[in-house]
């Protein structure tokens, strides 16, 4: 079974220029999460879907942040426009659903903003 | 809000010593618990879990028991190996509040040969 594939892996940007992410989850997982990890931080829910509903938004910073999962299979995160503190790992992670609490998490994506 | 409280690293332990990560959490009701571990270059990954009081989680030799009187969910493994260098991150999944999940800060155990 492919786990949860994301990309790119790395990506560096200069601050007030666009920036997107991709996620493919885990075939037949409904749930999907997107995080953000700061260095020496564990991950912090930005966005929860249950397939193409967005069921738990309330930390993404909506003023710049944008998610969408068409479908309800793969998904795009977005920041528009970047700032120096997003620098970041951004991880994806799915679940079959969410009554299957055991997440499996992508790789991740570091952010690097200048 | 659920709060998780992981011992600060880093730890640094011989091969073959004995570890222990101490992991407190805070929550509304019953979570579930569990220890995720990430090595170098990799994504977080499932290592165990518990999803009631007195229920132990084990796996590759780790285990850890979900307490309730005392919060607590604390990692041990009676022999480490050098290949068990990752960061351990303990997290709790809300099941009131449909799922949703509360991560420590993370432990960076390196175990030298």
């Known amino acids: 079974e492919a786990g949860v594939v994301q990309s790119p892996r790395y990506k560096i940007i200069e601050k007030k220029q666009p920036v997107a992410f991709w996620c493919n989850p885990i075939s037949g997982h409904n749930t999907l999460y997107w995080y953000r990890q700061n260095l020496g931080q564990g991950p912090e829910l930005l966005i929860r879907?249950?397939?193409?509903?967005?069921?738990?938004d309330s930390q993404l910073p909506k003023d710049r942040f944008s998610a969408e999962r068409l479908k309800g299979v793969d998904s795009t995160l977005k920041i528009q426009p970047a700032e120096l503190g997003d620098s970041a790992v951004y991880l994806c992670?799915?679940?079959?659903?969410?009554?299957?609490?055991?997440?499996?998490f992508g790789p991740g994506t570091r952010l690097l903003v200048l | 809000g659920n709060s998780v409280t992981q011992m600060e690293g880093p730890v640094t332990l011989s091969e073959e010593a004995f570890l222990t990560i101490n992991c407190t959490y805070t929550?509304?009701?019953?979570?579930?618990l569990f220890w995720y571990v990430q090595y170098p270059g990799e994504g977080l990954q499932l290592l165990l879990k518990?999803?009631?009081?007195?229920d132990k989680g084990s796996n590759k030799g780790f285990e850890a028991t979900y307490r309730k009187e005392t919060t607590s969910f604390h990692l041990e493994k009676g022999s480490v190996q050098v290949s068990d260098s990752a960061v351990y991150f303990c997290?709790?999944?809300?099941?009131?509040?449909?799922?949703?999940?509360?991560f420590g800060d993370g432990t960076t155990l390196t175990v030298k040969p």
């Open positions: 879907y249950e397939n193409e509903e967005a069921v738990d």
């Open positions: 997290a709790l999944s809300d099941k009131a509040n449909a799922g949703k999940s509360t």
């Open positions: 992670a799915s679940s079959r659903d969410r009554g299957q609490e055991t997440q499996y």
């Open positions: 929550a509304t009701g019953y979570p579930s």
């Open positions: 518990a999803t009631k009081a007195d």
